[in-house]
């Protein structure tokens, strides 16, 4: 019996499956909720560009929370390529992808070897993701043009997905007028 413990907790670890705290369920460990203003934080990507939430005000915002280790997050990282960065040309959209526990070195060979272009910044002590939430991987936030959490995902699925890119969709109208 403790083999197949010990062989569960393994296999949950490679796919990306955290076990909750005490009893702690995704939502709980969810710290923001949508209509409330983003959290105040900032962020440097790997080429260099440097951001911050408040001076972001008048831009749509995708964070995206993703590790290299995590099943969902490998899953969902294409379609974050093909279907958000590389078809939103809009220069009112700024998206970045933060790895949760990495250092710009791991995140660095990551991008290459997956062939990634889209902007990633490491947050090797939480401390972005921190102001979020305390567990639970890939996660999505929508930030609206007024600085407000306009949408917010845990976990990947198709469905899922699909209403990221709706809810993107009816921000970035938003601000273009459309």
Not at 44 to 62: A, E, H, P, S, W
Not at 136 to 153: C, L, T, V, W
């Amino acid at each position: 019996m403790r083999n197949f413990t010990l062989i569960a907790a393994l296999l949950f670890c490679v796919l990306g499956i955290n076990f909750p705290a005490a009893g702690q369920t995704e939502f709980e460990s969810t710290l923001t909720k949508v209509g409330q203003p983003v959290p105040e934080t900032d962020w440097v990507t790997l080429d260099g560009q440097k951001f911050d939430t408040r001076n972001l005000r008048g831009k749509v915002i995708l964070i995206n929370f993703f590790a290299t280790w995590c099943g969902p997050c490998l899953e969902e990282m294409p379609h974050l390529q093909k279907d958000v960065f590389q078809k939103i040309k809009d220069k009112s959209f700024v998206m970045v992808s933060v790895g949760r526990e990495h250092n710009e070195a791991d995140l660095k060979e990551f991008r290459k070897k997956r062939q990634l272009t889209i902007p990633i910044a490491a947050d090797p002590e939480r401390k972005i993701f921190g102001r979020f939430a305390t567990q639970y991987i890939p996660r999505n936030y929508i930030i609206a043009a007024d600085g407000k959490i306009a949408f917010q995902s845990v976990g990947y699925t198709e469905p899922e997905f699909k209403k990221l890119l709706e809810a993107l969709d009816k921000e970035l109208k938003k601000v273009s007028g459309k």
